[in-house]
């Protein structure tokens, strides 16, 4: 009828209704449709995960579980053997609660990676699934080594804090600074680990094996306290080991990050209370820059004490150099990179 519009059939519908090839096309394979269907709810979850951020919450959460039992698995090493007794039963079940939210939220990043096999055969993939299969299976096990490798799945979970940490600072805080609180923070959990697997091998109290490793790290080496164990001695080598393979190289990616930033983007400027200053930003060109200068420092205006600030994102140019470095403007014009 005139008036109304008709839906004109895609290529493969039409195909469907009159077969090019004179052959009988049938309804889309089942597989087509479960493909379609999968990719579907992989782009909901995507949404709900990353979009609509309960993936930082679910991580959140996983972060404060592995905390706390990471921590009060130390706690419980300078409680008395009775006091202790009373909290094995609870701490196992606090236990087993973590490794399985730890477990499910591993497989729901897993699902919503856009390269699924590289995100499994990551460094941090290995470390999750070693966590948490070394806990139910050791605990399943209930073998005389049960305890030790327990206790190794409890102190690795402190990693996810670093990982968590780096994840929420990632919009809030610069490339450089977030490079050196890494650093920092592996020293720290590298420290935290080793003094914990330590102590399950050497009769020493937690802060003596603490004592140890820092002293250790730090080349002194006083010798009051020294491994007597096999298991220990394995720990204080593997321990030297993933640090001069860890810190040099995250040292050498902030030395890079630093050497990527010019002159103007690491420059700084400290107030004077006794010397007023200008900021300008905007689109400053060189002109007009140059009798700006020229009004507001002649000697007739006394204003030779004033200082300039120049905020502006891209590097200065040919003659932008050529101005900032005149000796009368030298010392009163600041030029800064802001990204």
């Known amino acids: 009828m005139i008036g109304q519009f008709h839906k004109i059939p895609k290529t493969n519908q039409i195909n469907s209704i009159f077969p090019l090839d004179g052959t009988k096309v049938g309804p889309p394979l089942p597989k087509t449709h479960k493909k379609q269907a999968s990719r579907a709810l992989k782009l909901i979850v995507q949404k709900i995960i990353i979009t609509d951020g309960l993936g930082i919450y679910l991580s959140g959460i996983v972060t404060m579980l592995c905390l706390f039992t990471s921590g009060f698995h130390i706690y419980m090493k300078y409680q008395s053997e009775s006091s202790t007794t009373k909290s094995v039963m609870w701490f196992s079940i606090v236990d087993a609660i973590t490794c399985s939210v730890y477990g499910f939220e591993y497989l729901l990043r897993l699902y919503v990676a856009p390269q699924r096999i590289d995100f499994f055969l990551s460094t941090s993939s290995f470390l999750d699934i070693g966590v948490v299969s070394m806990f139910f299976i050791f605990e399943w096990m209930k073998s005389s080594v049960s305890i030790y490798f327990i206790s190794v799945s409890r102190l690795l979970r402190i990693i996810r804090l670093l990982d968590f940490i780096l994840q929420v600072i990632k919009t809030k805080m610069g490339m450089i600074n977030r490079q050196i609180l890494t650093i920092v923070l592996t020293i720290v959990l590298l420290m935290y680990i080793s003094s914990g697997i330590l102590q399950l091998f050497e009769k020493l109290e937690y802060h003596d094996a603490l004592y140890f490793i820092v002293v250790t790290l730090s080349t002194i080496g006083y010798g009051d306290?020294?491994?007597?164990?096999?298991?220990?001695?394995?720990?204080?080598?593997?321990?030297?080991?993933?640090?001069?393979?860890?810190?040099?190289?995250?040292?050498?990616?902030?030395?890079?990050?630093?050497?990527?930033?010019?002159?103007?983007?690491?420059?700084?400027?400290?107030k004077n209370e006794d010397i007023d200053h200008l900021i300008l930003t905007g689109n400053i060109e060189i002109e007009g820059a140059t009798t700006f200068c020229q009004e507001l420092f002649h000697p007739d205006h006394g204003n030779d004490t004033k200082h300039i600030i120049m905020l502006q994102e891209s590097e200065p140019s040919q003659e932008m150099l050529w101005l900032l470095r005149m000796p009368q403007y030298e010392l009163l014009l600041v030029y800064l990179r802001v990204i």
Do not use: E, H
């Open 225 to 270: 306290i020294v491994p007597v164990t096999l298991p220990g001695k394995t720990v204080v080598i593997v321990l030297i080991v993933v640090t001069f393979m860890i810190i040099p190289k995250q040292t050498g990616d902030l030395i890079a990050l630093i050497n990527m930033r010019s002159i103007y983007s690491r420059a700084i400027y400290k």
